[in-house]
């Protein structure tokens, strides 16, 4: 395949991208560096700084395809995900994640690239239907409780619009929670701002922060922490190439969860980390936009795409543990 990748120079779209030269597909990185960085993108693959707001620019990498022609597919990963900023600053999420994606779709059009595989996510669902017991299938009402899925589920529908009016394919894939590094551990989670728990632990761990909190101990769960389905980022990076081949081998388009299928609660995560490493965490106030529980029902990506998780959550807090470590003592912070 001849790919494009919007924001592979971030984290998961630099694992997307890893995963795609392993298996012998042209790769073009596109991103503007707002959050990824330029180490971040492997040796010989090309590398195009630009915006996908900017049609002009987006029209252009698309135009230009690889060394061998047209692109095939393109990768959606430029969107901004924190919940909570996302609650503070709506406005930037719905410029960057919804007209963001407007401005890609009209350049794929004016430049025939037909086919697309979007990063969306779990928090498009909201609070999960009761009677699943926090599991979200496919088909379940998407009402989120936070401007980061609102504008996630805003993206979709339009994806879906968009390939109705214009003859193209897609893959959505709702995400839970990442976590975890590559095995070369050349990238990984780096980033300045982290909110996510798995690497909040490890900068704990390696004495990073003195201490880690835990937001909000009174949910109605197991142990009163938020309950969530993690999965590894390299078992989620493989998911995106067999949904590419998926849609461009059936000519027909796919909406699937990635995740486990697995719930872990916050407290259960860190005493699997507490039997690794060491360090402390406290209880503090819940999140705004935090759902009790989030658990992926993933049995259609498996039947239909042929995917599996195959890494556990222990893999993902010791493979995340080692990349922290080695950037950690990286003056710059970046891989090696």
């Given at each position: 395949?001849?790919?494009?990748?919007?924001?592979?120079?971030?984290?998961?779209?630099?694992?997307?991208?890893?995963?795609?030269?392993?298996?012998?597909?042209?790769?073009?990185?596109y991103?503007?560096?707002?959050t990824?960085?330029?180490?971040?993108?492997?040796?010989?693959?090309?590398?195009?700084?630009?915006?996908?707001?900017d049609?002009?620019?987006?029209?252009?990498?698309?135009?230009?395809?690889t060394?061998?022609?047209?692109?095939?597919?393109?990768?959606?990963f430029?969107?901004?995900?924190?919940?909570?900023?996302?609650v503070?600053?709506?406005l930037?999420?719905?410029?960057?994640?919804?007209?963001g994606?407007?401005?890609?779709?009209?350049?794929?059009?004016?430049?025939?690239?037909?086919?697309?595989?979007?990063?969306?996510?779990?928090a498009?669902?909201?609070?999960?239907?009761?009677?699943?017991?926090?599991?979200?299938?496919?088909?379940?009402?998407?009402?989120p409780i936070?401007?980061?899925?609102?504008t996630?589920?805003?993206?979709?529908?339009?994806?879906?619009?968009?390939?109705?009016?214009?003859?193209m394919?897609?893959?959505?894939?709702?995400?839970?929670?990442?976590a975890?590094?590559?095995?070369?551990?050349?990238i990984g989670?780096?980033?300045?701002?982290l909110t996510?728990?798995?690497?909040?632990?490890?900068?704990?761990?390696?004495g990073?922060?003195?201490?880690?909190?835990?937001?909000g101990?009174?949910?109605?769960?197991?142990?009163g922490?938020?309950?969530?389905?993690?999965i590894?980022?390299?078992?989620?990076?493989?998911?995106?190439?067999?949904?590419?081949?998926?849609?461009l081998?059936?000519?027909?388009s796919?909406?699937?969860?990635l995740?486990?299928?697995?719930?872990?609660?916050v407290?259960?995560?860190?005493?699997?980390?507490?039997?690794?490493?060491?360090?402390?965490?406290?209880?503090a106030?819940?999140?705004?936009?935090?759902?009790?529980?989030?658990?992926?029902?993933?049995?259609?990506?498996?039947?239909?795409?042929?995917?599996?998780?195959?890494?556990?959550?222990?893999?993902?807090l010791?493979?995340?543990?080692?990349?922290?470590?080695?950037?950690?003592?990286?003056?710059?912070?970046?891989?090696a």
């Amino acid at each position: 395949m001849k790919v494009l990748v919007a924001g592979g120079a971030g984290y998961i779209g630099s694992h997307v991208v890893f995963e795609l030269i392993r298996d012998g597909h042209e790769v073009v990185v596109y991103d503007n560096l707002s959050t990824g960085r330029r180490s971040a993108v492997p040796e010989g693959v090309r590398f195009i700084e630009g915006d996908i707001r900017d049609l002009d620019a987006t029209t252009r990498a698309l135009a230009q395809g690889t060394s061998s022609g047209s692109f095939d597919v393109a990768l959606h990963f430029a969107a901004k995900l924190v919940v909570p900023e996302s609650v503070s600053n709506p406005l930037a999420y719905y410029h960057n994640n919804v007209e963001g994606l407007r401005t890609m779709l009209e350049a794929m059009v004016k430049t025939n690239v037909r086919t697309i595989v979007f990063s969306s996510t779990a928090a498009v669902y909201g609070e999960p239907d009761k009677s699943h017991n926090g599991e979200c299938l496919e088909g379940d009402l998407t009402v989120p409780i936070n401007p980061y899925g609102e504008t996630k589920l805003a993206a979709e529908k339009m994806i879906q619009w968009v390939a109705q009016a214009h003859d193209m394919n897609y893959c959505i894939l709702r995400y839970f929670n990442v976590a975890g590094a590559d095995a070369s551990l050349r990238i990984g989670l780096d980033k300045d701002q982290l909110t996510h728990l798995i690497p909040l632990i490890m900068q704990t761990a390696l004495g990073l922060r003195e201490k880690l909190q835990i937001y909000g101990n009174d949910y109605d769960t197991i142990d009163g922490t938020c309950v969530r389905d993690y999965i590894h980022v390299s078992d989620l990076a493989r998911a995106h190439i067999l949904g590419a081949k998926y849609i461009l081998d059936n000519d027909r388009s796919v909406l699937c969860n990635l995740g486990s299928g697995q719930g872990f609660s916050v407290k259960q995560v860190v005493d699997a980390a507490l039997k690794m490493f060491e360090f402390a965490y406290e209880y503090a106030p819940r999140r705004d936009g935090d759902p009790a529980k989030l658990i992926a029902n993933n049995q259609r990506a498996q039947e239909l795409l042929g995917w599996q998780p195959q890494l556990s959550l222990e893999q993902m807090l010791s493979s995340d543990f080692a990349y922290r470590q080695k950037i950690s003592t990286s003056s710059h912070g970046e891989p090696a």
